[in-house]
């Protein structure tokens, strides 16, 4: 039997499917990155001011075209590594997509201020917009993770956020303190929430239909209440606060590292500590096991004598809050009175960063980071005068979160119980 054992290996392996996706996403990198090229000329200028207090970091001047095309060849290198570990049927690592994607993204950067003798690429400011724009994506695909992983599809997650927004200024100008809008941000967020676990876990209603109904209806209420009561109360319920920042003693000097982790706003390190407490709690605890039974096998789940409709609901409940409070961002966060749809379709772009991160905590955090990161360097390329259109970086999301869903970034499975009512 073992002679027939071995005599079938070669055969074995010679049938086996080969993967498509990683050779295709490697040479689209390297294509783009060999056709940046073309148009870098000129130094690129790198400044890293607010780096650090303790001493100034010099202007970086690159070489542009020798830069971009030594990525270039990485890049190309990388591909060609993993076209051969692909027609040899081999495990293929996630890093060598991780190593040609940060080539491009380098030679990018310095094709977009290459030649610009008045242009120069903030690096500090680059990274610390990114981490401020990706803080409601975090929360919202936070909030998506928890609902989902239980078993509800929470596509209200864009109304979540903008009720969070909304009250989050009312509650901050009625206490005349930004604090107080933590407060009565994720209560909002809360309130949207109850009425999605009504419908969907009570009444059994289509989860989508709830979820798209419930935010036109935030839309519209406060839409409503913008135009009737905080237009002509302004300075009693529609005032500008923001939250400071709390600059850690020491750590926010650390050279780039510093201001970016630790000279933020409450809000960013809750953000932090959200993850941190979500990815641990998700994978690590009896209570993460129960909810993601309850997504996964609800029928098992109530046989062990969990009530599954009850941790659905706790689910959603906590999944509002966290979306509310990252509404809190682009009002108190943000230092601006509140207006109308102020969520301008973040919490779309937060459940692609769930799917992309693949329901897991730390994923979408990534996932977000990404989405942040492009809409910052849309912001930056407007300032320097990049010869690259602005609005193809501000389309990068929506272009992820096609791919995502259709399961080109990787093998995503969403939890197999989601959406399905029960009993």
Not at 51 to 67: D, K, N, Q
């Amino acid at each position: 039997m073992s002679a027939t054992t071995h005599a079938l290996e070669p055969d074995t392996q010679l049938h086996l499917k080969m993967s498509w996706r990683d050779p295709i996403v490697a040479t689209a990198m390297a294509v783009l990155t060999v056709a940046l090229i073309g148009i870098t000329s000129g130094p690129a200028r790198l400044t890293w001011a607010g780096a650090t207090s303790w001493f100034t970091i010099p202007e970086t001047v690159l070489p542009g075209r020798p830069t971009v095309i030594l990525m270039a060849i990485i890049t190309v290198a990388v591909a060609a590594w993993i076209w051969k570990l692909a027609i040899a049927r081999k495990n293929i690592s996630g890093w060598l997509l991780v190593g040609a994607g940060v080539a491009f993204i380098i030679a990018f950067l310095v094709s977009t201020v290459a030649g610009k003798e008045q242009s120069h690429l903030p690096m500090v400011s680059l990274l610390t917009g990114a981490l401020a724009f990706a803080t409601p994506l975090v929360f919202g695909s936070l909030s998506g993770v928890l609902c989902e992983r239980s078993g509800v599809i929470n596509i209200a997650i864009e109304g979540q956020l903008l009720f969070g927004a909304f009250m989050g200024a009312v509650v901050a100008s009625m206490a005349g303190n930004a604090y107080f809008g933590l407060i009565g941000a994720p209560i909002a967020g809360v309130m949207v929430a109850a009425l999605l676990a009504l419908f969907t876990v009570n009444f059994r209603t289509d989860h989508i239909i709830v979820g798209v109904v419930l935010n036109m209806l935030v839309l519209g209420v406060t839409s409503f209440l913008f135009s009737t009561v905080l237009k002509f109360k302004s300075d009693t319920l529609n005032r500008v606060h923001s939250l400071d920042s709390i600059p850690i003693p020491i750590l926010k000097d650390i050279p780039i590292i510093g201001p970016l982790l630790f000279n933020q706003s409450l809000l960013v390190y809750l953000m932090f500590a959200a993850v941190i407490f979500l990815q641990f709690m998700v994978f690590n605890s009896r209570w993460g096991l129960r909810m993601r039974a309850c997504g996964e096998h609800p029928k098992a789940a109530d046989t062990v004598g969990i009530n599954v409709n009850r941790t659905r609901w706790l689910n959603v409940l906590l999944g509002g809050a966290l979306a509310g409070l990252g509404g809190a961002f682009f009002t108190i966060e943000q230092g601006l009175a509140f207006s109308k749809d102020m969520a301008a379709g973040n919490g779309f772009i937060a459940l692609a960063a769930m799917i992309l991160g693949r329901w897991n905590p730390k994923g979408a955090f990534a996932a977000a980071l990404l989405f942040g990161f492009a809409t910052k360097l849309g912001q930056i390329m407007q300032a320097t005068g990049s010869s690259v259109p602005s609005e193809i970086l501000l389309m990068t999301p929506y272009i992820i979160t096609i791919l995502a869903v259709a399961g080109f970034v990787g093998a995503v499975r969403a939890p197999a119980a989601e959406g399905k009512p029960y009993p």
